[in-house]
Protein backbone atom coordinates (compact mmCIF):
# COMPACT_ATOMS: atom_id res chain seq x y z
CA UNK A 1 0.00 0.00 0.00
CA UNK A 2 1.02 3.74 -0.69
CA UNK A 3 0.07 6.56 1.18
CA UNK A 4 -3.72 7.45 0.45
CA UNK A 5 -4.70 11.32 -0.13
CA UNK A 6 -6.05 11.79 3.38
CA UNK A 7 -2.00 10.36 4.65
CA UNK A 8 -0.58 12.74 2.45
CA UNK A 9 -3.05 15.99 3.81
CA UNK A 10 -1.55 14.33 7.85
CA UNK A 11 2.14 14.80 6.63
CA UNK A 12 1.08 18.08 5.33
CA UNK A 13 0.38 19.09 8.65
CA UNK A 14 3.54 18.27 10.15
CA UNK A 15 5.29 20.32 7.26
CA UNK A 16 2.46 23.16 8.07
CA UNK A 17 3.99 22.27 12.45
CA UNK A 18 7.37 22.84 10.69
CA UNK A 19 6.79 26.11 9.09
CA UNK A 20 4.74 27.76 11.85
CA UNK A 21 7.75 27.13 14.41
CA UNK A 22 10.37 28.72 12.64
CA UNK A 23 8.45 31.65 10.86
CA UNK A 24 8.42 32.80 14.59
CA UNK A 25 12.37 32.71 14.55
CA UNK A 26 13.12 34.32 11.56
CA UNK A 27 10.80 37.13 11.82
CA UNK A 28 9.20 37.70 15.18
CA UNK A 29 12.01 37.35 16.91
CA UNK A 30 13.97 38.80 14.59
CA UNK A 31 12.25 42.07 14.55
CA UNK A 32 12.39 42.25 18.63
CA UNK A 33 16.12 41.91 18.34
CA UNK A 34 16.14 45.01 16.20
CA UNK A 35 13.37 46.96 16.93
CA UNK A 36 12.66 46.36 20.56
CA UNK A 37 16.34 45.80 21.70
CA UNK A 38 17.75 47.53 19.48
CA UNK A 39 20.71 45.60 18.91
CA UNK A 40 22.68 45.16 15.25
CA UNK A 41 20.54 43.24 12.46
CA UNK A 42 23.91 41.14 11.93
CA UNK A 43 22.57 39.53 15.68
CA UNK A 44 19.35 37.59 14.41
CA UNK A 45 21.82 37.47 11.04
CA UNK A 46 23.90 35.33 12.46
CA UNK A 47 21.80 33.17 14.17
CA UNK A 48 19.72 32.57 11.25
CA UNK A 49 22.67 31.36 9.38
CA UNK A 50 23.61 29.05 12.09
CA UNK A 51 20.35 27.74 12.15
CA UNK A 52 21.04 26.98 8.66
CA UNK A 53 24.50 25.78 9.17
CA UNK A 54 23.48 23.12 11.66
CA UNK A 55 21.13 21.63 8.61
CA UNK A 56 24.61 20.37 7.27
CA UNK A 57 23.24 17.42 9.88
CA UNK A 58 20.89 16.43 7.86
CA UNK A 59 22.37 13.51 5.94
CA UNK A 60 23.18 11.72 9.19
CA UNK A 61 19.36 12.29 10.58
CA UNK A 62 17.98 10.71 7.00
CA UNK A 63 20.81 7.66 7.48
CA UNK A 64 19.71 7.38 11.02
CA UNK A 65 15.37 7.57 10.36
CA UNK A 66 16.78 4.72 7.08
CA UNK A 67 18.57 2.46 9.42
CA UNK A 68 16.20 2.73 13.24
CA UNK A 69 13.00 1.41 10.57
CA UNK A 70 10.64 4.07 12.34
CA UNK A 71 10.53 7.39 10.55
CA UNK A 72 7.65 8.18 13.29
CA UNK A 73 10.17 8.47 15.96
CA UNK A 74 12.45 10.75 14.33
CA UNK A 75 9.64 12.95 13.03
CA UNK A 76 8.08 13.52 16.35
CA UNK A 77 11.09 14.08 18.12
CA UNK A 78 12.82 16.63 15.51
CA UNK A 79 9.63 18.23 16.20
CA UNK A 80 9.80 18.61 19.84
CA UNK A 81 13.54 19.76 19.91
CA UNK A 82 12.82 22.39 17.31
CA UNK A 83 9.54 23.85 19.39
CA UNK A 84 11.92 23.71 22.55
CA UNK A 85 14.73 25.48 20.68
CA UNK A 86 11.81 28.35 19.37
CA UNK A 87 10.83 28.50 23.54
CA UNK A 88 14.06 29.17 24.50
CA UNK A 89 14.88 31.49 21.60
CA UNK A 90 12.28 33.56 22.77
CA UNK A 91 13.31 33.17 26.60
CA UNK A 92 16.51 34.47 25.24
CA UNK A 93 14.95 37.60 24.33
CA UNK A 94 14.47 39.44 27.82
CA UNK A 95 17.91 37.83 28.85
CA UNK A 96 19.36 39.75 26.17
CA UNK A 97 17.79 42.80 27.33
CA UNK A 98 19.28 42.40 30.92
CA UNK A 99 22.78 40.07 30.17
CA UNK A 100 23.79 40.27 26.42
CA UNK A 101 26.22 37.84 27.03
CA UNK A 102 24.07 35.28 28.80
CA UNK A 103 21.09 36.00 26.13
CA UNK A 104 23.86 35.37 23.76
CA UNK A 105 24.95 31.88 24.52
CA UNK A 106 20.98 31.19 24.98
CA UNK A 107 20.28 32.34 21.48
CA UNK A 108 23.16 30.39 20.14
CA UNK A 109 21.81 27.21 22.12
CA UNK A 110 18.46 27.85 20.91
CA UNK A 111 18.89 28.17 16.92
CA UNK A 112 21.39 25.48 17.34
CA UNK A 113 18.48 22.88 18.51
CA UNK A 114 16.35 24.97 15.88
CA UNK A 115 18.80 23.62 13.41
CA UNK A 116 19.09 20.30 14.83
CA UNK A 117 15.42 20.17 15.18
CA UNK A 118 14.32 21.53 11.35
CA UNK A 119 16.62 19.08 10.22
CA UNK A 120 15.63 15.41 11.80
CA UNK A 121 12.18 16.12 11.52
CA UNK A 122 11.76 17.65 8.55
CA UNK A 123 14.20 14.84 6.70
CA UNK A 124 12.24 12.24 7.65
CA UNK A 125 9.08 13.68 6.76
CA UNK A 126 10.41 13.73 3.59
CA UNK A 127 12.32 10.31 3.08
CA UNK A 128 8.31 9.00 4.33
CA UNK A 129 6.88 10.74 1.36
CA UNK A 130 9.61 9.71 -0.42
CA UNK A 131 9.09 6.14 0.11
CA UNK A 132 5.42 5.75 0.46
CA UNK A 133 3.89 8.18 -2.01
CA UNK A 134 2.44 6.46 -5.58
CA UNK A 135 4.92 7.78 -8.40
CA UNK A 136 1.71 9.29 -10.23
CA UNK A 137 0.64 11.73 -6.43
CA UNK A 138 4.12 12.68 -6.39
CA UNK A 139 3.85 16.04 -7.77
CA UNK A 140 0.41 16.41 -6.04
CA UNK A 141 1.79 15.89 -2.55
CA UNK A 142 4.53 18.01 -2.98
CA UNK A 143 2.02 20.53 -3.87
CA UNK A 144 -0.20 19.55 -0.83
CA UNK A 145 2.95 19.96 1.73
CA UNK A 146 4.48 22.51 0.59
CA UNK A 147 1.25 24.99 0.58
CA UNK A 148 0.23 24.08 3.67
CA UNK A 149 4.02 24.87 4.85
CA UNK A 150 3.18 28.40 3.25
CA UNK A 151 -0.10 28.59 4.61
CA UNK A 152 1.41 27.53 8.44
CA UNK A 153 4.16 30.47 7.73
CA UNK A 154 1.93 33.01 6.89
CA UNK A 155 -1.23 32.06 9.49
CA UNK A 156 1.61 32.07 11.75
CA UNK A 157 3.10 35.03 11.19
CA UNK A 158 -0.19 37.08 11.14
CA UNK A 159 -2.12 35.73 14.15
CA UNK A 160 0.83 35.96 16.11
CA UNK A 161 1.27 39.70 15.06
CA UNK A 162 -1.98 40.96 15.86
CA UNK A 163 -2.20 39.15 19.14
CA UNK A 164 1.06 40.64 20.34
CA UNK A 165 0.41 44.20 20.59
CA UNK A 166 0.89 45.90 23.89
CA UNK A 167 4.11 43.74 23.70
CA UNK A 168 5.27 42.62 26.82
CA UNK A 169 8.21 39.44 27.28
CA UNK A 170 5.22 37.91 29.01
CA UNK A 171 3.23 37.86 26.31
CA UNK A 172 5.32 36.60 23.79
CA UNK A 173 6.91 33.66 26.14
CA UNK A 174 2.86 32.71 26.30
CA UNK A 175 2.35 33.23 22.33
CA UNK A 176 5.50 31.10 22.04
CA UNK A 177 4.48 28.38 24.20
CA UNK A 178 1.06 27.85 22.44
CA UNK A 179 2.61 27.63 19.25
CA UNK A 180 5.24 25.84 19.58
CA UNK A 181 3.24 23.03 22.27
CA UNK A 182 0.39 22.88 19.61
CA UNK A 183 3.30 22.02 16.81
CA UNK A 184 3.99 18.88 19.20
CA UNK A 185 0.57 17.77 19.54
CA UNK A 186 -0.51 18.45 16.09
CA UNK A 187 2.51 16.82 14.54
CA UNK A 188 1.69 13.38 17.08
CA UNK A 189 -1.53 13.00 16.11
CA UNK A 190 -1.30 13.45 12.22
CA UNK A 191 1.58 11.05 12.02
CA UNK A 192 0.03 8.54 14.12
CA UNK A 193 0.26 5.07 12.85
CA UNK A 194 0.46 6.78 9.01
CA UNK A 195 3.72 4.57 8.77
CA UNK A 196 1.80 1.46 10.34
CA UNK A 197 -0.15 2.35 7.14
CA UNK A 198 1.92 1.55 4.06
CA UNK A 199 3.78 -1.20 3.05
CA UNK A 200 6.65 -2.82 5.11
CA UNK A 201 9.96 -1.48 4.25
CA UNK A 202 13.18 -3.55 3.79
CA UNK A 203 15.36 -4.69 6.45
CA UNK A 204 17.47 -1.83 7.76
CA UNK A 205 21.20 -1.88 6.57
CA UNK A 206 23.28 -1.06 9.56
CA UNK A 207 26.45 0.05 8.14
CA UNK A 208 28.21 2.90 9.61
CA UNK A 209 27.06 6.23 8.42
CA UNK A 210 30.31 7.45 6.53
CA UNK A 211 29.88 4.12 4.73
CA UNK A 212 26.46 4.45 3.68
CA UNK A 213 27.03 8.77 2.59
CA UNK A 214 30.06 7.27 0.49
CA UNK A 215 27.86 4.85 -1.38
CA UNK A 216 24.97 7.18 -1.77
CA UNK A 217 27.43 10.15 -2.92
CA UNK A 218 29.09 7.63 -5.09
CA UNK A 219 25.75 7.16 -7.22
CA UNK A 220 25.81 9.47 -10.14
CA UNK A 221 22.72 10.81 -9.89
CA UNK A 222 22.23 11.59 -6.49
CA UNK A 223 26.02 13.42 -6.87
CA UNK A 224 24.87 15.15 -9.40
CA UNK A 225 21.12 16.03 -8.23
CA UNK A 226 23.13 17.57 -5.05
CA UNK A 227 24.86 19.90 -7.26
CA UNK A 228 21.63 20.89 -8.76
CA UNK A 229 19.83 21.22 -5.63
CA UNK A 230 22.88 23.55 -4.67
CA UNK A 231 22.81 26.00 -8.15
CA UNK A 232 18.87 26.00 -8.08
CA UNK A 233 18.98 26.92 -4.26
CA UNK A 234 21.25 29.50 -4.47
CA UNK A 235 20.17 31.38 -7.69
CA UNK A 236 16.51 30.83 -5.97
CA UNK A 237 17.33 32.11 -2.93
CA UNK A 238 19.89 35.40 -4.13
CA UNK A 239 17.14 38.03 -4.79
CA UNK A 240 15.53 37.25 -1.13
CA UNK A 241 17.40 40.33 0.36
CA UNK A 242 17.70 42.49 -2.22
CA UNK A 243 14.41 42.38 -4.13
CA UNK A 244 12.77 45.49 -1.78
CA UNK A 245 15.62 47.54 -1.63
CA UNK A 246 16.18 47.17 -5.13
CA UNK A 247 12.43 48.32 -5.61
CA UNK A 248 12.93 51.08 -3.56
CA UNK A 249 16.48 52.63 -4.77
CA UNK A 250 15.54 52.20 -8.19
CA UNK A 251 11.78 52.62 -8.40
CA UNK A 252 10.84 54.72 -5.95
CA UNK A 253 8.90 52.25 -3.58
CA UNK A 254 7.84 53.23 -0.43
CA UNK A 255 8.59 50.74 2.61
CA UNK A 256 4.54 49.39 1.95
CA UNK A 257 4.82 49.49 -1.89
CA UNK A 258 7.89 46.94 -0.94
CA UNK A 259 6.24 44.86 1.28
CA UNK A 260 3.18 44.55 -0.77
CA UNK A 261 5.54 43.57 -3.74
CA UNK A 262 7.09 41.21 -2.04
CA UNK A 263 3.43 39.37 -0.62
CA UNK A 264 2.81 39.84 -4.63
CA UNK A 265 5.51 37.75 -5.29
CA UNK A 266 4.50 34.88 -2.85
CA UNK A 267 1.37 35.01 -4.71
CA UNK A 268 2.78 34.01 -7.74
CA UNK A 269 4.88 31.50 -6.33
CA UNK A 270 1.45 29.78 -4.75
CA UNK A 271 -0.27 29.78 -8.22
CA UNK A 272 3.04 27.78 -10.03
CA UNK A 273 2.76 25.64 -6.87
CA UNK A 274 -0.57 25.10 -7.65
CA UNK A 275 -0.65 24.78 -11.15
CA UNK A 276 2.16 22.06 -11.39
CA UNK A 277 0.31 20.00 -8.98
CA UNK A 278 -2.77 20.14 -10.70
CA UNK A 279 -1.28 19.72 -14.03
CA UNK A 280 1.13 16.66 -13.26
CA UNK A 281 -1.35 14.66 -11.00
CA UNK A 282 -4.67 15.85 -12.34
CA UNK A 283 -4.51 15.93 -15.77
CA UNK A 284 -1.49 13.88 -16.43
CA UNK A 285 0.23 16.87 -18.63
CA UNK A 286 4.06 17.01 -18.67
CA UNK A 287 6.90 14.92 -16.90
CA UNK A 288 8.04 16.78 -13.45
CA UNK A 289 11.37 16.80 -15.49
CA UNK A 290 9.35 19.33 -17.95
CA UNK A 291 7.64 21.44 -15.13
CA UNK A 292 11.21 21.70 -13.70
CA UNK A 293 12.85 23.08 -16.83
CA UNK A 294 9.74 25.37 -17.76
CA UNK A 295 10.16 26.72 -14.52
CA UNK A 296 14.23 27.19 -14.28
CA UNK A 297 14.15 28.70 -18.10
CA UNK A 298 10.86 31.03 -16.66
CA UNK A 299 12.76 32.03 -13.79
CA UNK A 300 16.00 33.18 -15.50
CA UNK A 301 13.50 35.14 -18.49
CA UNK A 302 11.79 37.10 -15.37
CA UNK A 303 15.13 38.01 -13.76
CA UNK A 304 16.81 39.56 -17.32
CA UNK A 305 13.02 41.34 -17.65
CA UNK A 306 14.04 42.59 -14.34
CA UNK A 307 17.42 43.70 -15.46
CA UNK A 308 15.99 45.50 -18.31
CA UNK A 309 13.65 47.53 -16.56
CA UNK A 310 16.46 49.38 -14.52
CA UNK A 311 16.77 52.18 -16.29
CA UNK A 312 13.06 52.91 -16.87
CA UNK A 313 13.13 53.79 -13.12
CA UNK A 314 10.05 54.59 -11.76
CA UNK A 315 6.88 53.89 -13.81
CA UNK A 316 8.82 50.34 -14.91
CA UNK A 317 5.94 47.56 -14.90
CA UNK A 318 8.01 45.90 -12.11
CA UNK A 319 4.88 44.45 -10.03
CA UNK A 320 4.07 41.89 -13.39
CA UNK A 321 7.34 40.75 -13.65
CA UNK A 322 7.93 39.94 -10.09
CA UNK A 323 4.55 37.99 -9.97
CA UNK A 324 6.25 36.53 -12.80
CA UNK A 325 9.25 35.38 -11.12
CA UNK A 326 7.29 33.98 -8.27
CA UNK A 327 4.80 32.14 -10.47
CA UNK A 328 7.83 30.28 -12.42
CA UNK A 329 10.26 30.10 -8.96
CA UNK A 330 6.98 28.22 -7.81
CA UNK A 331 6.92 26.11 -10.35
CA UNK A 332 10.08 24.81 -10.62
CA UNK A 333 10.23 24.23 -6.63
CA UNK A 334 7.40 22.02 -6.44
CA UNK A 335 8.53 20.45 -9.43
CA UNK A 336 12.04 19.70 -8.14
CA UNK A 337 10.37 18.70 -4.82
CA UNK A 338 8.55 16.20 -6.57
CA UNK A 339 11.79 14.92 -8.43
CA UNK A 340 13.39 14.63 -5.51
CA UNK A 341 11.09 12.16 -4.17
CA UNK A 342 11.26 9.79 -7.16
CA UNK A 343 15.18 10.23 -7.35
CA UNK A 344 15.07 9.11 -3.66
CA UNK A 345 14.37 5.83 -4.30
CA UNK A 346 16.93 4.64 -7.46
CA UNK A 347 19.88 3.29 -6.53
CA UNK A 348 21.11 1.20 -3.23
CA UNK A 349 17.95 0.38 -1.04
CA UNK A 350 17.21 1.63 2.00
CA UNK A 351 18.89 4.90 1.56
CA UNK A 352 15.96 7.27 0.92
CA UNK A 353 16.79 9.33 3.77
CA UNK A 354 20.16 9.62 3.57
CA UNK A 355 19.85 11.22 0.13
CA UNK A 356 17.16 13.13 1.39
CA UNK A 357 19.35 14.63 3.56
CA UNK A 358 22.03 15.17 1.05
CA UNK A 359 19.56 17.15 -0.67
CA UNK A 360 18.16 19.20 2.05
CA UNK A 361 21.91 19.94 3.63
CA UNK A 362 22.56 21.22 0.10
CA UNK A 363 19.50 23.33 0.28
CA UNK A 364 19.97 24.38 3.58
CA UNK A 365 23.68 25.30 2.81
CA UNK A 366 22.48 27.35 -0.46
CA UNK A 367 19.69 29.41 1.41
CA UNK A 368 22.43 30.85 3.69
CA UNK A 369 24.99 31.52 0.90
CA UNK A 370 22.66 32.43 -1.73
CA UNK A 371 20.91 35.25 0.34
CA UNK A 372 24.36 36.09 1.47
CA UNK A 373 26.36 36.37 -1.48
CA UNK A 374 23.41 38.49 -3.58
CA UNK A 375 23.48 41.06 -0.57
CA UNK A 376 27.30 41.62 -0.68
CA UNK A 377 27.68 41.61 -4.23
CA UNK A 378 24.98 44.46 -4.63
CA UNK A 379 27.01 46.45 -2.04
CA UNK A 380 30.20 45.39 -3.96
CA UNK A 381 28.95 46.85 -7.21
CA UNK A 382 26.98 49.71 -5.95
CA UNK A 383 30.33 50.61 -4.39
CA UNK A 384 32.18 49.89 -7.49
CA UNK A 385 29.88 50.93 -10.06
CA UNK A 386 28.36 53.93 -8.01
CA UNK A 387 24.74 53.31 -9.76
CA UNK A 388 22.13 51.32 -8.44
CA UNK A 389 20.60 49.71 -11.30
CA UNK A 390 23.46 48.38 -13.08
CA UNK A 391 24.82 46.89 -9.72
CA UNK A 392 21.08 45.10 -9.14
CA UNK A 393 20.86 43.92 -12.50
CA UNK A 394 24.82 42.27 -12.88
CA UNK A 395 23.38 40.24 -9.93
CA UNK A 396 19.59 39.35 -11.51
CA UNK A 397 21.54 38.12 -14.67
CA UNK A 398 23.92 35.95 -12.55
CA UNK A 399 21.37 34.74 -10.63
CA UNK A 400 19.54 33.73 -14.03
CA UNK A 401 23.13 32.49 -15.38
CA UNK A 402 22.77 29.81 -12.48
CA UNK A 403 19.09 29.39 -13.15
CA UNK A 404 20.26 28.51 -16.75
CA UNK A 405 23.29 25.77 -15.35
CA UNK A 406 20.83 24.17 -13.19
CA UNK A 407 18.28 23.57 -16.54
CA UNK A 408 21.00 21.99 -18.34
CA UNK A 409 22.09 19.50 -15.35
CA UNK A 410 18.06 19.23 -14.91
CA UNK A 411 17.45 17.66 -18.91
CA UNK A 412 20.71 15.16 -17.62
CA UNK A 413 19.85 14.23 -14.46
CA UNK A 414 16.42 13.83 -14.46
CA UNK A 415 15.64 11.27 -17.33
CA UNK A 416 12.66 9.57 -18.79
CA UNK A 417 11.98 6.24 -17.89
CA UNK A 418 12.22 4.56 -21.31
CA UNK A 419 15.67 6.30 -21.95
CA UNK A 420 18.93 6.51 -20.70
CA UNK A 421 20.91 4.45 -18.11
CA UNK A 422 19.36 3.74 -14.53
CA UNK A 423 20.87 3.70 -11.30
CA UNK A 424 21.31 -0.38 -10.03
CA UNK A 425 21.74 -1.28 -6.45
CA UNK A 426 25.38 -0.82 -5.68
CA UNK A 427 26.23 1.44 -8.62
Known amino acids: MTLSWLSIVRLGLVQMCLGAVVVLTTSTLNRLMVVELALPALLPGFLVALHYGIQITRPNWGYRSDTSGNRTRWIIGGMAILSSGAFTAALAIPVLENNFAAGLAL ?154 LSGAQNGGVFVGMLIVGIAATGLRLGTLRAWVVAGCLGSAASLCALTLIGPMGPGAPLLPIVVALGFFNGMFAVAAIGSMMAL ?35 DALRALLGEDAPAFGTVFVAEAALFLAATFMATRIMENRRGGAQLVPGE
Not at 350 to 362: H, I, K, N, P, V
Open 344 to 378: AGEGRGAREGTRMGLWGAAQAIAAGFGGLLGAASV
Open 107 to 260: SVLAYAMIGLGAGASGTSLLALLATATAPRRRAAAATITWLMMIFGIAATAGTVGANLDPYSHALLMRIVAIVTIGAVVVTSLAIWRVEHGVDAQPEPDRMPFMQGLKEVWAEPKARMFTLFVFLSMTAYFMQELILEPYAGLVFGFTPGQSTS
